[in-house]
């Protein structure tokens, strides 16, 4: 049986660890933006830990575990986080290069669209995850404002902001008249399309589609005038709105696409909770038939995205041992749900030779430079992706 399995165990409801403040999930859910109670639930990971909380070793557990939904307004289409247990957000790695890379990318072709005019003023509504854009812009000639600003920027904010409806009210009372708010974020349309149910998780509130958001905009007499499509992260969108949108023809086109996605169609959105059970069952599946036939296995990447995957498919230190993981801060402590003990990527230089599952299947090429030991002692690395795919 999965550690985590889905939350409608009646098990689950009486587990010790879970918080007794948390709304009863019997309790009607109300939206987060135009707060009607109309709506479904289209993800359900169970009883799943914080993400970012990986314990210290002597902290046997059980972890706290809190109920991980995700339900869509019938109202105003937007998917957000069912309940939240208000767990801090803690960064333990730093920002990484791809991050400001897409920043300066962004600011450049703002600039040549003759939205960064000197002498100008921005505000920022940030993220716990850093990666501020205003200093970047302050140096390209903006000035800080106390009131009203011309440029708005929200880099991954709104995910943040648990009452949706008095966040999006804030950033447009800032909005100068002609001014442009951008949104940086990654569409509900991106995670439909690449199966990204992983993308859901406690303190992440609200998971806006292109169409949604334009509808939620106009109650500010907003709108979506570019949207800017960005490889980053499989899909990251950049959004301008301002008071007079006109949208050009590619960013009618990103909107229709993703209204043909299924951003707004409970039936399409519940295939995450299919792909969901699917990965979870394929991971399971081959751990197993690894112990089985005795070949040891230890994991790469500690990741918060791992901590959903790894607790919906009840894996735990019977099935991997261990997993490696360069962030000193992690090193010592243990995945949060599991007993599986985070080691410094050092370990896999000696001791036993294993194969390594790669749970950030982007680090490829860089672990495999910098550990060739694996290959060497006749270990494989092994993609997650891969593995869920079923190609491993
Ligand atoms: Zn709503």
Redesign the pocket.
């Known amino acids: 049986m999965p550690v985590c399995g889905l939350s409608r165990s009646a098990e689950a409801m009486v587990s010790p660890a879970v918080d007794p403040l948390m709304a009863d999930p019997a309790e009607p859910i109300r939206?987060r933006?135009?707060h009607?109670e109309s709506g479904e639930v289209v993800l359900d990971l169970g009883q799943q830990p914080g993400c970012e909380q990986f314990p210290r070793p002597d902290d046997d557990g059980p972890d706290p575990r809190y109920p991980l939904r995700m339900w869509c307004?019938t109202?105003?289409g937007?998917a957000q986080l069912a309940e939240d247990p208000g767990l801090p957000e803690t960064v333990l790695s730093v920002e990484p290069q791809a991050m400001r890379d897409q920043a300066e990318r962004v600011l450049d072709r703002l600039a040549a669209e003759g939205w960064l005019h000197p002498g100008a003023s921005a505000i920022e509504f940030g993220s716990p995850h850093g990666g501020s854009w205003l200093p970047r812009v302050l140096r390209r000639g903006l000035v800080a404002a106390d009131g009203r600003a011309d440029l708005v920027l929200d880099t991954y904010g709104m995910l943040h902001e648990p009452d949706q409806s008095e966040a999006m009210l804030r950033r447009a009372a800032r909005l100068a008249p002609g001014g442009l708010l951008v949104f940086q974020l990654f569409s509900l349309g991106s995670v439909l399309r690449l199966g990204q149910w992983d993308e859901l998780r406690h303190g992440h509130h609200g998971y806006w589609s292109l169409p949604a958001l334009d509808e939620a905009l106009a109650r500010y007499g907003l709108g979506v005038h570019r949207a800017w499509n960005y490889p980053l992260a499989g899909g990251t969108l950049v959004v301008l709105a301002n008071h007079n949108p006109k949208p050009d023809r590619e960013t009618r086109m990103t909107i229709e696409a993703e209204y043909s996605a299924g951003v707004l169609d409970f039936a399409t959105l519940r295939k995450l909770q299919e792909r969901a059970d699917a990965d979870a069952a394929r991971l399971r599946a081959w751990l197993t038939g690894r112990a089985r036939t005795r070949r040891r296995v230890i994991g790469y990447g500690a990741a918060s995205r791992a901590v959903p995957l790894l607790c919906h498919a009840g894996v735990d230190v019977s099935l991997l041992r261990a997993i490696a993981d360069a962030s000193p801060g992690k090193q010592g402590r243990r995945m949060p749900g599991t007993q599986i003990p985070v080691i410094p990527p050092e370990y896999l230089r000696s001791g036993q030779p294993a194969d390594v599952l790669l749970l950030l299947p982007q680090l490829l090429d860089e672990v495999r430079r910098s550990v060739p030991e694996v290959e060497d002692r006749g270990g494989r690395w092994i993609r997650v992706d891969d593995v869920l795919a079923g190609r491993a």
Do not use: A, D, I, R
């Open positions: 939206c933006y135009c009607g307004c109202g105003c937007l």
